[in-house]
């Protein structure tokens, strides 16, 4: 199993919902990535997870809240979010964490696709 | 620091005919190089990458890509297109020390039948 699904595939919420992102792979990667993309646009790194514990937060607001409840699973929860926060959220996984000495390459999913109306 | 581009914001060519994707990188260290696609709708796909060695890099889907310390790039290729080769191509970039994955603004390619 070389895939890392995510769910929803869509989502629409309104600025006062509470909703989760899922990604989960079975792949035994112990890295962990979100990735905000807007279209068109480079992704951009959110949150690294290694070893199930928060090892990069690229200053992200805190209406995003990620968590990671084991080596397999990554969860984004979002809360009060702005229309400006609509876009694709790519998550990824890696076999170690990219972010230091090291040439893995990044597995990612399908995406998340949310509007924030 | 570190960072990657891509000159063009699409690249169009004709079925059959090659196809290149430019890529311009600059770091401290020694660079690793990275190719991703993404399809419409889907996220990106690992095409190949660059480490040490050999300056001719071949990858998936009969892509490849060649490393060129002297001129800093790091070029996309395919020989003969296909239409189903459409899609956005990101070309990305870190040193071997400590740093951020960097990737380039993206291009376009569109293949016509």
């Known amino acids: 199993d070389t895939e890392v699904t995510q769910t929803p595939k869509h989502l629409v919420m309104g600025m006062t919902n509470k909703k989760s992102l899922k990604c989960e792979q079975h792949?035994?990667?112990?890295?962990m990535y979100w990735y905000k993309q807007k279209a068109k646009k480079p992704p951009e790194l959110m949150f690294v997870?290694?070893?199930?514990?928060?090892?990069i937060n690229e200053s992200v607001p805190s209406r995003f809240s990620p968590e990671c409840p084991n080596s397999s699973l990554l969860n984004l929860h979002l809360h009060a979010l702005q229309p400006e926060d609509s876009a694709l959220y790519l998550c990824?996984?890696?076999?170690?964490?990219?972010?230091?000495?090291?040439?893995?390459?990044?597995?990612f999913g399908s995406g998340t696709q949310l509007s924030v109306l | 620091a570190q960072s990657v581009a891509q000159p063009e914001d699409q690249v169009n060519v004709a079925e059959g005919n090659p196809l290149t994707v430019k890529c311009t990188y600059s770091?401290?260290?020694?660079?690793?190089l990275f190719w991703y696609v993404q399809y419409p709708n889907r996220g990106l796909q690992f095409l190949l990458k660059?480490?040490?060695?050999?300056?001719l890099v071949k990858g998936s889907y009969g892509f490849e890509a060649e490393f060129n310390k002297s001129q800093t790039s790091f070029h996309l290729k395919k020989p003969s297109a296909l239409v189903s080769d459409s899609a956005l191509y990101f070309c990305?970039?870190?040193?071997?020390?400590?740093?951020?994955?960097?990737f380039g603004a993206g291009t376009q390619v569109v293949v016509t039948p």
């Open positions: 990824a996984s890696s076999q170690v964490q990219i972010e230091g000495a090291s040439n893995e390459k990044l597995f």
């Open positions: 792949m035994g990667h112990r890295a």
């Open positions: 997870y290694s070893y199930e514990k928060l090892s």
């Open positions: 770091v401290s260290g020694n660079p690793y």
């Open positions: 660059y480490i040490t060695g050999d300056n």
């Open positions: 990305a970039v870190r040193d071997d020390s400590w740093g951020k994955l960097q």
